[in-house]
């Protein structure tokens, strides 16, 4: 749907119909009727939840061959799964990554914030985090992420930068 609200993106967007996590597989999806935006790997602690058998596959194997610059991971505390898939991709490419952190998101997948940040930063990525800024002139804000200064009441955007690149100059406050 959003493709055919955007044609000019649309031959620059490949659709795969498929999970992603640490290991290949089917597995059970958990989804909200009420929040469509709402899907885990991890039962969801809602009335109006569902489930679904899904195909899984690591990133690794969906990219295997294609080069990808920018990777964006929201799946409710699943991200550490889809990074610790994407291994290869990530020592071969060095992607910029956008994860969403939230403690007990992560807890969920008995992960955590932490574990994440040194996932990461094992690969030579620096995190910042994006500060809310609505309405702010001059965009988002950026700071060095301080795992002590997470939002533990919200999702906190997180974007790691590839150890060869650096953000541009003024980028980075707070």
Known sequence: RNLALNPSLAGKVTLHAVGLGEQAGEMQ?????????????????????????????????????????????DVEGGELGVLRGASDHLAATHPWVLVEMFEPFQRRFGASCAQLDGFLGERGYQGFQLLQSRGSPGGPQLATLDLDKLDQVQVNNVLYVPPEQRLPAGMVGG
């Not at 935006?37 to 990133?59: G, H, I, M, N, Q």
């Open 29 to 73: 999806l958990y989804n909200s009727a009420g929040q469509p935006d709402l899907a885990s790997l991890r039962p969801l602690a809602r009335d109006d939840a569902f489930c679904e058998t899904v195909e899984v596959a690591t990133l690794d194997k969906q990219l295997a061959g294609t080069p990808v610059s920018w990777l964006k991971i």
